[in-house]
DNA sequence: AGGCGCTTGTGAAGACGTGCACAAATCGCG
DNA sequence: CGCGATTTGTGCACGTCTTCACAAGCGCCT
């Protein structure tokens, strides 16, 4: 390590947050890691080793290790990480010490799940609007929270303070709904519709697209079906991977 | 270009596929641009620069084309790619050229989502059978599906051809399913329970986990607070968040 | 106190992915 | 037929990510 006396540390830090800036690909396993690390505590684990939380995360031990120095993470060699703690520093990291609140657009048939979905509340999110064009759908109760209609947007952000939304319309209308809630200060979205978003710089975007995750297993499928039909004369039975360098 | 006459054509072909194996972020974008050739396909298209691919698909133009090389493609230089031909090659390419069979297990809230959805149909893919371990869902009609039990599972995956599972049950239940899937011979797996998975070489899973989207989004926009609070004097006017351990 | 075993944190090397920049190829037109 | 405009395919350099392997640190036991 180099150049910081505070790794970040939540506790006193009268100082500056020092947000170190993680590799993208760490601020990604972070999530991982924390759900394994939940799952620890919750049966009674206090500390952990690097080996059993990558272990429980499905990782590269090494690259774990990696990851938590990233953060400036305190492990105790020969003993492990204290699990509740880096608990806490993860949770710091990802900015989950407040409840940032979520506005769903799109209350269709993928979007009733969502909102149905506990998983939000669990991991430190919190639907704060259900939001819809249909004036059909506008009115309706899920989940304890009324459907209403999309051009209450500017309203609902500002009291609610939105901070992500979710986009859960057809692709056809994703764009405008990016487009709204960019104009009422969100800059950050999670797009479930199959299509690019083109939003400002500073915005960020995440999409999920089922249909491109079942395409890539299709390749792997067709990949596999290839590799058996073929290698009947000469070629490698299975695993012969690493060959000559 | 050096080793291949032939780059895996799908129209004829008595001989070897000739499966290239694809860098797997190359993988991961040929089903983006697939979707918007589709699109461009649609509204009339038949050629298409390499520059107006990459912005339909969102990328960056040399790596499209340096992606598309990969499969050995046919673009023609001075005019751009035959749509029509390429989505043929990618769809080739992807193993799309038969439509899969997807066994979805847990019908509840997500289950009857992802039931309903047409994506499937039309990117390339056929829902076969709708599961649950529920007796109160089996026999449930879903879009012309009848829910089943999962201890159909042996007899169904033969009937069908199961070739992609998708797990949509609990955490607590998705190892097993997992382990029932695999033991009728399914080899790529869908998994939307927030869990790792453990399963024989040789089976590919993919996972979709909506909490990890939304903490990374939530560590962006952690990031983007600390740093427009930062850079004007000296302290962190907000960020006040986590005091003493 | 000292030594021993265990585990972290990290340097270094290699694999992988990205994007620039340009030569090679093709088309259309005069 | 030749030339210029255009666009592909790719060599190359750079950055990011992964993994190995090991020194440094820590706690426990004698
Ligand atoms: N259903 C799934 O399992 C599933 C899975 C993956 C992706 N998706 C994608 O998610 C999106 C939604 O899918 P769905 O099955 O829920 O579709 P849906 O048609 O059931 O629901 C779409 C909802 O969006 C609303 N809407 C339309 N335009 C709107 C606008 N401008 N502002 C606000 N709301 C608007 C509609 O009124 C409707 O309620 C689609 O893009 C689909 O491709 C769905
Ligand atoms: N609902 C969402 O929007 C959402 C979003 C992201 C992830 N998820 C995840 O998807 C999974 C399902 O979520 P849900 O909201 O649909 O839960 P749910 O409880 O509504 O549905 C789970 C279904 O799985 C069935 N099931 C349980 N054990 C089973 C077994 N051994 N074999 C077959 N079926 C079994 C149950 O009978 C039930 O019908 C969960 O792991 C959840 O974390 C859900």
Redesign the pocket.
């Known amino acids: ?1 180099s150049q910081h006396r505070h790794p970040g540390a939540p506790g006193r830090a009268g100082a500056v947050p020092a947000l170190p800036d993680l ?3 760490t601020v990604a396993r972070l999530p991982e890691y924390l759900r394994a690390l939940h799952n620890l505590a919750d049966s009674g684990h206090e500390t952990v ?3 059993g939380l990558s272990a429980a995360a499905g990782v ?4 774990l ?2 990851d ?2 990233h953060l400036g ?9 204290d699990v509740a703690l880096l608990i806490e520093q993860i949770e710091y990291v990802l900015g989950l010490t407040q409840r940032r609140a979520v506005a769903l657009v799109g209350v269709g048939n993928l979007g009733h799940a969502l909102a149905g979905y506990d998983g939000f509340a669990s991991r430190g999110f919190r639907i704060a609007a259900l939001l819809d064009a249909d004036p059909s759908r506008v009115g309706e109760e899920i989940n304890g929270l009324v459907v209403r209609h999309v051009d209450e947007l500017p309203v609902i952000a500002v009291q609610e303070s939105i901070a992500i939304g979710v986009i859960a319309t057809p692709a056809a209308a994703a764009q405008r709904v990016a487009d709204q809630l960019v104009a009422v200060g969100v800059t950050s979205i999670l797009n479930f519709a199959p299509c690019v978003l083109s939003v400002p710089e500073g915005v960020d975007v995440r999409k999920v697209d089922l249909a491109i995750e079942l395409q890539i297993l299709s390749f792997h499928e067709h990949r596999k079906a290839s590799l058996t039909a073929l290698p009947g004369g000469l070629a490698a039975t299975e695993t012969q991977e690493a060959i000559g ?1």
């Open positions: 390590m590799p993208e690909a080793s690097s080996e590269n031990s090494a690259k290790r990696k938590l120095s993470s305190y492990g105790t060699r020969g003993v492990g990480y360098t």
